[in-house]
């Protein structure tokens, strides 16, 4: 993407930051920053790259990450556990899936629909382990919103870890309720 100076006000603005706070975070004057948002003056190209590499680091650094929206409350079971009980669990906590979790390492996911593809009539007298399905991503607890949006198109559930530790589960609808905060 090309920067454009031009649009250093908005992007300013977007920001939430006084020309003064603004112009401390990214190395010039708040003189120059008046000037280059009244379009008074020209930067070398060398100003330009300056400023649009300290403008990256703090949009990154606005942007929301997993920890922010994740759900901290882990509801997993493991593979030997009767599906009819994962359907009661899934039911007393109105959730459509739940991690298949043992010994802290995460071996697959038992959803809504994972539940629904087999004989129902099976499925009551099955264990997890036959109707799971392939574990879900595992992301770091600083992924950044734009990687949790483009995995839950594919996938139902997003598991977060921090230091090799499961923390927390993010969901589609942890995503849609994160857009009113």
Do not use: C, W
């Not at 120059?32 to 990154?60: F, R, T």
């Not at 493991?78 to 071996?107: F, Y």
């Not at 839950?152 to 589609?172: D, F, Q, S």
């Amino acid at each position: 993407m090309v920067f454009d100076i031009s649009h250093i006000k908005n992007i300013r603005r977007q920001i939430g930051l006084t020309q003064h706070q603004f112009a401390r975070e990214i190395g010039v004057s708040q003189s120059m920053v008046a000037k280059l948002e009244a379009g008074k003056l020209d930067p070398a190209y060398s100003k330009v790259k300056q400023i649009a590499k300290a403008i990256s680091v703090m949009m990154q650094d606005k942007e929301i990450k997993a920890k922010e929206i994740m759900t901290q409350k882990i509801i997993s079971v493991s593979r030997n556990e009767k599906a009819g009980k994962i359907i009661e669990i899934m039911n007393r906590n109105d959730i459509s899936q739940v991690p298949v979790i043992e010994r802290g390492h995460v071996l697959g996911l038992v959803s809504e629909s994972s539940i629904i593809s087999k004989n129902l009539e099976d499925v009551k007298k099955a264990s997890v382990k036959d109707v799971m399905i392939d574990s879900p991503p595992i992301i770091e607890e600083n992924a950044r919103l734009e990687v949790i949006k483009q995995l839950l198109v594919y996938y139902p559930i997003v598991l977060v870890k921090k230091a090799e530790r499961l923390v927390g589960v993010i969901t589609r609808s942890d995503l849609v309720r994160s857009l009113i905060k």
